[in-house]
């Protein structure tokens, strides 16, 4: 069954619920960047606004806006991903255990520290009483998602699902993580040069069917554990065979380059291999690198469909030769991305987006 992006809404380091970063992107120089929020207050009652935490907020308010833009009042499934949940409230309910003797807890950081707070809120404030998930896989997590979608699709469960991926960094998690050396980024003082460690919360309303505001279709997504070279050609062979395309008729590919050299060097060795000349892009210089990159991923190519144009600060250069011939001017008539991701080398995926425009 066909299955398409309806609307979509993003909430990062770029200006929130808007695609003004396409014509004028923010650029950072600094390891972390915080989330640029909307104004919440004329969404929540006063009440219910100091009961939630920021990332529940981001995550209900921009639901509603989805189905909004969707012209959809209530949908069949909501399906999520998360990597920390909400991070914030699970570090005040173990700190209050400890800080109290384990007496006088509150019992709101202990039900928001659970992840599936994330789909459950938007199904109450919704009063949605249809399928409802919360895949919780690291970096995978809104691919999960997205596949469980697709699944419920495919088996004519569901017409439309509110699908959507959203974190939060803390002052903790960060410094554990950077004593890791997972924000071991390139070096540079340059805007747009390097990535940045960020937050992510992307609202996607999937639907069977189509009409003239529709962004594009989602082909196929593939997911692999550990894959060698091999699986991975065999993988994106058969799902360009499914999609009738051939690897010719992609446009771009867009990847999860973020300066870090591990990182990167799985997407040089793959693009060098599978890719031939498609021109490879990127994004998280813009939006930064978290568990719900690939998200905003899948958000931005839909952008990039539904304009029918690439940006050139998407193209990434010093990977081929037609990236770096586009870089000055872009890349115009858009039809068809492909969507390479992997986390840490080991759970890899392709998402293949097509646009709906004749």
Not at 67 to 94: H, Q, W, Y
Not at 125 to 130: E, R, V
Not at 261 to 268: C, G, L, T, W
Not at 299 to 316: D, E, N, Q, S, W
Request: proline letters at 4%; hydrophobic letters at 35%; aromatic letters at 10%.
């Amino acid at each position: 069954m066909p299955v398409y992006i309806q609307s979509a809404n993003q909430i990062s380091a770029q200006k929130p619920l808007s695609d003004e970063w396409f014509d004028n992107p923010i650029y950072y120089t600094e390891n972390r960047v915080p989330t640029i929020d909307p104004d919440f207050s004329g969404h929540f009652p006063p009440l219910a606004a100091r009961r939630m935490c920021v990332l529940l907020k981001r995550a209900v308010m921009m639901s509603r806006l989805t189905l909004r833009d969707a012209s959809v009042e209530m949908p069949d499934a909501i399906i999520s991903g998360t990597g920390l949940g909400c991070i914030e409230n699970t570090e005040k309910f173990l700190h209050s255990i400890m800080e109290n003797d384990e007496q006088f807890l509150q019992p709101t950081y202990f039900m928001q520290s659970t992840h599936n707070i994330l789909s459950s809120s938007i199904a109450i404030d919704l009063k949605c009483h249809g399928y409802n998930n919360t895949f919780v896989n690291r970096g995978t997590s809104f691919e999960n998602a997205l596949l469980d979608a697709l699944i419920q699709f495919d088996r004519k469960r569901i017409q439309t699902a509110l699908t959507g991926g959203y974190d939060e960094l803390t002052d903790d998690y960060y410094r554990f993580f950077d004593r890791i050396g997972i924000w071991n980024f390139a070096a540079g003082t340059s805007p747009g040069k390097t990535c940045f460690a960020g937050e992510a919360a992307v609202s996607m309303l999937l639907s069977a069917g189509k009409n003239e505001h529709t962004i594009c279709e989602i082909n196929d997504v593939e997911l692999l554990y550990r894959p060698v070279h091999e699986q991975l050609g065999q993988t994106l062979d058969g799902m360009l065979t499914k999609a009738g395309c051939r690897l010719s008729d992609i446009d771009a590919v867009l990847t999860g380059l973020n300066t870090h050299e591990e990182n990167d060097r799985v997407y040089r060795e793959v693009t060098a291999r599978f890719f031939g000349n498609r021109p490879v892009l990127h994004y998280k210089h813009l939006f930064g690198e978290s568990f719900m990159s690939s998200a905003l991923g899948v958000y931005v190519a839909a952008t990039c469909l539904r304009k029918g144009r690439i940006p050139p600060f998407l193209l990434a250069t010093g990977i081929n030769r037609d990236a770096a011939a586009a870089k000055s001017s872009g890349i115009d008539g858009v039809k068809r991305i492909l969507i390479y991701s992997h986390y840490r080398n080991k759970s890899h995926s392709f998402i293949l987006l097509s646009s709906c425009s004749n």
